[in-house]
């Protein structure tokens, strides 16, 4: 293969996302090699993984699927508080929207490739099938988030092998008949369980193809109202697909809530499908940077100082009151296992002292206390250690999201984690198989499903008082139920765009995303580099 040749396969890569330089020397390993080999295939197959650390787990991903939603809204720092806000800067020229189409588009190329190069490798049958499937599930994950986020999408099946300028935009029901065929062969193909941990999977297939059916709406805007608008899915199928996972005996439910984030136990029964990342900062990228964002600003107050224990805080992202008070804490174990309120002295130099020049308390004891309740000034007073109530909640002072909390990372200012991401757990699962019977018509059905969720979360003794009735069980309680569930895990913009609650929402429960909020935003803008870089007739999304 020329150098030339090799520059413009490199640029073709790109070619849906901007204008490349087509005399740029592009060199790849893979690019080098003779094609079809068994080594080359293998590795186009496991760099379409690669691209999922670019969203997964990232402040990319983070900033557009939990931000500018009912239960988190901004912190006091981040360049990205437009995205919650919905003003003018979030438009087509935001990086993060630019990035992850180009990062998908990447991916996608790359899993077109070795799709197209899978007939004429020459290796084991069954193998070769296996890591077909695996391709085609991550060609599906990639366009169901790109179809969601921006809509009708170009539509790629074949590999790109030169530059081109000529991209059309296909109908949303053209994008999910291809993923659903796409995981449909991936179903049928996967094993449950993976040689190599991580890798594809049956039962992540299955999970995948029931949000898909829960979230694709033919011809949506047919519908001639919301409450048409809400019964637009396949709900029937998304339910099977569901129930399939459920009813595998390869998951469980963990006996506790506590235990699915344990640090020590990321390979556990209710994973159905993670993003993997290591230690090694030479193979894990960026790593794992959930345990960044959530956190609130404890480092600067008496008696603390930052560590590896207690992290790193970028107090990006802030809990809503309204998600906050989600959780009855009487019955609920949720909130005291996800939330981070108190804070143990670590900095003997900045511990307080009493007049007489003691200590207020020692190394170890509570220096800061995130209160749930109102307290009275005396009762705040009467304390030795920093309170705050939610009346003195900031920007800089919240009840911080532990999920992705990484006390292993290398040094004290590491952003790299190294914790596995999960894109796909069972308790999800039984969410989705809840909502989907909901809207099928079949409450009664769907009561098992969410009350599982409510049972195990219970703290112990009040597992009955979690159930749920068929009266309470309503579209609005599951997403509810979600927020209580899996908040942080990426899920929650895309929640509110396929139950048509978006705008509602934040309206109703975001002080700073309400009042600029409009429907148009249920789309992002397409990256000005796809615009500019298309010469007919590529269409921006209403509103940007």
Known sequence: MSRRTIALWGAALLSLAACVDLNEDLISGLANQPYPTPDVFQALVNATYEPLRTFYAQERGFTLTEFGTDIYTEGADGSYKYVNEYTAQLNPDVDFIRDTWADFYRAINTANTAIAQAP????????????????????????????????????????????????????????????????????????????????ATKGAAQHLLAKVYLTWQRDPDSAADEAAKQQAGDFANAADYALRVINSG?????????????????????????????????????????????LMEYDVLPGMQRDIANGRPFKRFRPTTFFLGLYDRTKDSRYQSQFTRVWYANNAATIPKYPSGAPKFQLGDTAVYVSDTVLTDSAVAARPYRVYTPRTYSNR?????????????????????????????????????????????RATDALP????????????????????????????EILNERARELAGEMLRWFDLVRTHTLVSRVKAYNPDGGPNIQPYHALRPIPRTQMDGTTCCYTQNPGY
């Open 250 to 294: 390869q998951y469980a439910l963990l006996p506790r809530f506590a235990d699915v984030f344990n640090f020590n136990n990321e390979k556990n029964a209710e994973v159905v499908w993670s993003v993997q990342f290591t230690n090694d900062p030479l193979t894990t990228g960026n790593g794992n940077q959930g345990h960044l964002f959530f």
């Open 120 to 199: 004429t490798v020459q290796m084991d049958s069954s193998l070769k099938a296996q890591r077909l499937a695996e391709v085609r599930f991550l060609r599906a994950l990639y366009y169901f988030d790109l179809v969601q986020m921006y809509g009708p999408v170009t539509l790629k099946l074949e590999p790109t092998t030169t530059a081109s300028t000529q991209f059309t935009r296909a109908p949303v029901d053209s994008v999910y008949d291809a993923i659903i065929n796409d995981l449909k062969y991936a179903e049928a193909t996967l094993p449950y369980v993976a040689k190599e941990y991580g890798r």
């Open 397 to 441: 002072i919240f009840p911080s999201l532990n999920k992705f909390h990484d006390p292993f990372r290398l040094t004290v200012n590491d952003v790299r984690g190294s914790r596995d991401f999960f894109v796909a757990r069972l308790a999800e699962t039984y969410l989705i198989a809840a909502e989907a019977l909901l809207r099928d018509g």
């Open 449 to 476: 499903y969410i009350n599982a969720v409510r049972r195990r979360a219970a703290i112990p003794g009040h597992e009955a008082e979690m159930e749920l009735t068929a009266a309470q069980l309503t579209l609005g």
